[in-house]
Nanobody
Framework: QVRLVESGGGLVQAGGSLRLSCAAS????????MAWFRQAPGKEREFVAA????????DYVDSVKGRFTISRDNAKATMYLGMNSLKPEDTAVYYC????????????????????WGQGTQVTVSS
């Protein structure tokens, strides 16, 4: 089991920026793809972005392409989500997750591909 701890959320005005972090422990971080999901009040959890175990491949939901950047530092066992040009519709609790299987990719949008989740960090974008 992997322990994931998110941080970096907060309140920001529309057009602003935030950088989320996800610190991992308990498993060899560099063998697993990871992802960010988010859940807004009254809505289902949705995929935001994924990154392969080496960081060479990324995947984004269309609504954040060009605004969000996912990255990772395997030496620090930490994943990041840089968020620019934030919109009120980006308001949600953001969760990081780690894949169930090593060195796998594909179906990144499916929550069933992920074994462990963080507790979430709140991002609120005011208009």
């Amino acid at each position: 089991q992997v322990r994931l701890v998110e941080s970096g959320g907060g309140l920001v005005q529309a057009g602003g920026s935030l950088r989320l972090s996800c610190a991992a422990s308990g498993r060899t971080f560099s063998y697993y793809a990871m992802a960010w999901f988010r859940q807004a009040p009254g809505k289902e959890r949705e995929f935001v972005a994924a990154i392969s175990w080496s960081g060479s491949r990324t995947d984004y939901v269309d609504s954040v392409k060009g605004r969000f950047t996912i990255s990772r530092d395997n030496a620090k066992a930490t994943m990041y989500l840089g968020m620019n040009s934030l919109k009120p519709e980006d308001t949600a609790v953001y969760y990081c997750a780690v894949r169930k299987q090593q060195v796998t990719w594909g179906n990144n949008w499916s929550a069933r591909e992920y074994a462990d989740w963080g507790q979430g960090t709140q991002v609120t974008v005011s208009s």
